[in-house]
């Protein structure tokens, strides 16, 4: 993860995968993609590697601790998996002996052994990773290490990560003609069985245009792969990144959600270490001192809610999605839910087995100003419910005097409904 920072000190952003196959059907694997998994880049260093530590991130809503900027050592590596089973987490871990190819070299296969040997039969250990932000050109010998390493230890699968969108914007960095050849060459190389992206949309000079191409191709290729993803967004302010505010942070969260990934992690979580430029780091949810930053106590609240969203649409597929409005860039031209104003991104879901309901994630695409509005469902006889993230429940929605259910969303926030 060291090498992010160089790749950050240009602006860039990463897109992770896990190795092995999808919501298909691995039984072996640890990892449930009905189960929404809530997470972080840069975890506790080495001295504050502490039971405490990780209390406080369970208690700010997550569910999967990654590791602390270049990985720990073996010992420590151990007690952070001892930490997470205490506070009921699951870890990523790194182990600076992972390989990044493999060939005919006997020793990088010695290496996965010794690191199998070390940590695979801790019951909090969800995947262990390998590397950051490769070109094209290290895929093949990456998909020897992933392959070896499933053959090892078939529970627990390998984590890389690759560049986003505006990875493109660097000649050559990619390695591949265009963003979505880039993507697909991964995909098909390795084998991913989850596909997760970093994309930090908030600049200085104002917000990414490309924020939604690269939901929308990220999603596009999982969906098409039936794999599930992950979208790992901005927290930490940083060089030409600004300090967000907390609808800012909301909006993120919440159109991540409407999209259908079933992940979400936060750059960063504790402020990180040896980075190029270091004045310009603020606001990390805990500072390099170990104290709370502002930012702790607003992710928790929205952790919360995208958790229990997250959650209830776990034996949900992702069909499709759209936006309403002004700067509308994803169109459709039929939908079961059609709003009547307001800049909106809406997903649509169909629940898996008997039930079958349709469901809907309405995010407002304004993080300045809260909308209201309202929406007309087909077919107009149908009861509509809305679900309360703090209770975990769903209850009925009256119909206004047009027919149209009521929608009222603060600036960057988001409602699930279903029918």
Same mark, same amino acid.
């Given at each position: 993860?060291?090498?992010?920072?160089?790749?950050?000190?240009?602006?860039?952003?990463?897109?992770?995968?896990?190795?092995?196959?999808?919501?298909?059907?691995?039984?072996?694997?640890?990892?449930?993609?009905?189960?929404?998994?809530?997470?972080?880049?840069?975890?506790?260093?080495?001295?504050?590697?502490?039971?405490?530590?990780?209390?406080?991130?369970?208690?700010?809503?997550?569910?999967? %601790?990654?590791? @602390?900027?270049?990985?720990?050592?073996?010992?420590?590596?151990?007690?952070?998996?001892?930490?997470?089973?205490?506070?009921?987490?699951?870890?990523?871990?790194?182990?600076?002996?992972?390989?990044?190819?493999?060939?005919?070299?006997?020793?990088?296969?010695?290496?996965?052994?010794?690191?199998?040997?070390?940590?695979?039969?801790?019951?909090?250990?969800?995947?262990?990773?390998?590397?950051?932000?490769?070109?094209?050109?290290?895929?093949?010998?990456?998909?020897?290490?992933?392959?070896?390493?499933?053959?090892?230890?078939?529970?627990?699968?390998?984590?890389?990560?690759?560049?986003?969108?505006?990875?493109?914007?660097?000649?050559?960095?990619?390695?591949?003609?265009?963003?979505?050849?880039?993507?697909?060459?991964?995909?098909?190389?390795?084998?991913?069985?989850?596909?997760?992206?970093?994309? =930090?949309?908030?600049?200085?000079?104002?917000?990414?245009?490309?924020?939604?191409?690269?939901?929308?191709?990220?999603?596009?290729?999982?969906?098409?792969?039936?794999?599930?993803?992950?979208?790992?967004?901005?927290?930490?302010?940083?060089?030409?990144?600004?300090?967000?505010?907390?609808?800012?942070?909301?909006?993120? %969260?919440?159109?991540?959600? @409407?999209?259908?990934?079933?992940?979400?992690?936060?750059?960063?979580?504790?402020?990180?270490?040896?980075?190029?430029?270091?004045?310009?780091?603020?606001?990390?949810?805990?500072? @390099?001192?170990?104290?709370?930053?502002?930012? =702790?106590?607003?992710?928790?609240?929205?952790?919360?809610?995208?958790?229990?969203?997250?959650?209830?649409?776990?034996?949900?597929?992702?069909?499709?999605?759209?936006?309403?409005?002004?700067?509308?860039?994803?169109?459709?031209?039929?939908?079961?839910?059609?709003?009547?104003?307001?800049?909106?991104?809406?997903?649509?879901?169909?629940?898996?087995?008997?039930?079958?309901?349709?469901? @809907?994630?309405?995010?407002?695409?304004?993080?300045?100003?809260?909308?209201?509005?309202?929406?007309?469902?087909?077919?107009?006889?149908?009861?509509?419910?809305?679900?309360?993230? %703090?209770?975990?429940?769903?209850?009925?929605?009256?119909?206004?005097?047009?027919?149209?259910?009521?929608?009222?969303?603060?600036?960057?926030?988001?409602?699930?409904?279903?029918?």
């Amino acid at each position: 993860m060291i090498v992010r920072l160089i790749l950050i000190a240009s602006c860039f952003c990463a897109l992770a995968i896990i190795s092995t196959p999808a919501h298909a059907a691995d039984d072996t694997s640890v990892y449930n993609p009905d189960e929404f998994t809530i997470s972080y880049w840069s975890g506790p260093p080495a001295d504050f590697n502490t039971g405490e530590r990780y209390k406080e991130i369970a208690e700010a809503n997550f569910n999967v %601790a990654l590791p @602390a900027d270049g990985g720990l050592a073996v010992t420590d590596n151990k007690k952070m998996l001892d930490f997470c089973k205490a506070n009921g987490l699951k870890a990523i871990i790194y182990d600076g002996r992972m390989p990044r190819e493999i060939g005919n070299n006997a020793e990088a296969k010695k290496a996965i052994d010794a690191i199998v040997a070390d940590y695979a039969t801790h019951p909090a250990l969800l995947g262990y990773s390998i590397t950051d932000e490769p070109g094209a050109g290290a895929f093949d010998g990456l998909a020897q290490v992933v392959a070896y390493l499933k053959e090892k230890d078939p529970k627990h699968p390998g984590f890389i990560n690759l560049m986003p969108t505006y990875g493109r914007e660097f000649p050559g960095a990619l390695g591949t003609k265009t963003y979505e050849e880039y993507v697909r060459l991964f995909v098909d190389k390795v084998k991913p069985f989850v596909v997760s992206y970093d994309h =930090y949309h908030f600049t200085n000079e104002g917000d990414r245009a490309d924020f939604f191409e690269n939901l929308e191709t990220i999603r596009r290729i999982a969906h098409e792969k039936n794999l599930p993803f992950w979208n790992i967004v901005l927290v930490t302010q940083h060089f030409g990144y600004r300090h967000l505010t907390e609808p800012e942070l909301r909006f993120e %969260a919440m159109q991540t959600l @409407a999209f259908g990934a079933r992940g979400l992690l936060w750059f960063t979580y504790w402020m990180p270490r040896g980075v190029p430029a270091p004045e310009s780091w603020k606001h990390s949810l805990i500072l @390099a001192d170990g104290s709370r930053d502002p930012h =702790y106590d607003m992710v928790k609240a929205i952790n919360a809610d995208v958790k229990a969203i997250g959650d209830a649409l776990g034996n949900c597929d992702s069909t499709a999605v759209f936006h309403h409005g002004e700067g509308a860039t994803i169109k459709m031209t039929a939908s079961p839910i059609v709003p009547t104003g307001g800049k909106l991104t809406v997903g649509l879901f169909k629940q898996r087995g008997d039930g079958k309901k349709t469901l @809907a994630m309405i995010a407002n695409r304004d993080y300045k100003q809260a909308v209201a509005t309202s929406a007309v469902v087909q077919p107009a006889t149908a009861t509509v419910e809305v679900f309360d993230p %703090a209770k975990k429940t769903w209850s009925p929605v009256q119909h206004d005097a047009n027919a149209a259910v009521p929608i009222n969303l603060p600036a960057g926030g988001g409602v699930l409904l279903r029918w």
